[in-house]
């Protein structure tokens, strides 16, 4: 039995079924967990997310900025659905879109296995949160989106204020500060406060901000963390963290991460030729 981790597939359905084939996938025995962003730009979201529900069994997801983004516009008119671009208007008129929304707005924030001692997210968490705090913060959200109310909390869901979490936060503002530093954070300063638009590699970042994973003082975990969102970054590897968005939909790689062993193993498949590249595109 094996365990791997996946970065940002982000619709790219071929490097997918492809990496599933090179891991010799078996859904009798293997699990798969999504570090999330499993739709938008790659071309075929629709087609993803119905394979991704398919194995839902053998699967764990945590959801990134772009799946709730598409949640998100789910909420509103069809006029303003039809508005958005062609491939999520493909899922968002699929005669099976609310059974794929519904099930996609079922997932998780974060995931921890205690036996594997792995934490899986897809972006970061905040340098004050220790593990139980950042479980009990996506656990919030969580109940939020699969409850009566997700309509109030996915239309409220934009924006980047408040830039950090905070335990004195209420309501809607505390689900949308740990939503942004769960799905949205790269670089964030000593305080939590997370800067929304540097996105290059580090050394590239505003004075006073760090990488998430490196910010001085942050809080100790024990758990080795595996997450994906940054594609800049590329596969990274260092301090408990291990980053696997390797940019498949820029024209780099679909990543897949082992988990089960004792030192983690990397499986990838190049991105098809009419990709774009992009150095570090997001």
């Known amino acids: ?41 790659g071309g075929q979201s629709l087609q993803t997310l119905r394979l991704i529900h398919g194995l839902r069994e053998q699967s764990i997801v945590t ?47 974060l995931h921890h296995d205690e036996q594997l001692n792995w934490t899986m997210v897809h972006a970061g968490l905040a340098p004050m949160w220790t593990l139980r705090q ?18 109030r909390l996915l239309k409220n869901l934009f924006g980047n204020r408040p830039a950090a979490w905070s335990s004195r936060l209420q309501g809607v503002e505390r689900m949308r500060a740990s939503i942004n530093t769960l799905t949205r954070m790269r670089y964030c300063d000593i305080q939590g406060r997370i800067d929304f638009e540097s996105k290059g590699i580090p050394g590239t970042q505003k004075p006073g901000m760090y990488p998430w994973f490196e910010v001085p003082g942050m809080r100790q ?3 080795r963390i ?8 590329g596969r990274f590897a260092g301090m408990g963290v291990y980053a696997i968005d390797t ?20 499986v990838a498949v190049d991105a098809e030729p009419y990709r774009k590249k992009v150095p570090g595109g997001d």
């Open 63 to 109: 959801l990134g900025n772009h799946d709730l983004s598409l949640l998100a516009i789910a909420q509103r008119r069809p006029e303003a659905q039809s508005k958005v671009n062609p491939e999520l208007r493909e899922v968002l008129f699929a005669d099976d879109a609310p059974v794929l929304l519904e099930w996609l707005r079922s997932q998780k924030l």
């Open 1 to 41: 039995m094996a365990t791997y981790a996946i970065g940002d597939v982000q619709g790219c359905l071929p490097e997918l079924q492809r990496l599933l084939d090179k891991i010799r996938f078996d859904p009798a025995s293997d699990r798969l967990w999504f570090c999330g962003d499993l739709v938008n730009r």
């Open 134 to 151: 950042a479980q009990r913060s996506a656990q919030e959200i969580e109940r939020e989106l699969g409850g009566p109310r997700h309509p």
């Open 247 to 266: 940019g498949c939909v820029w024209g780099g790689q679909l990543t897949a991460l082992r988990l089960d062993v004792e030192e983690p193993q990397y």
């Open 221 to 223: 975990r024990g758990a």
């Open 226 to 233: 595996v997450c994906g969102h940054w594609s800049a970054l």
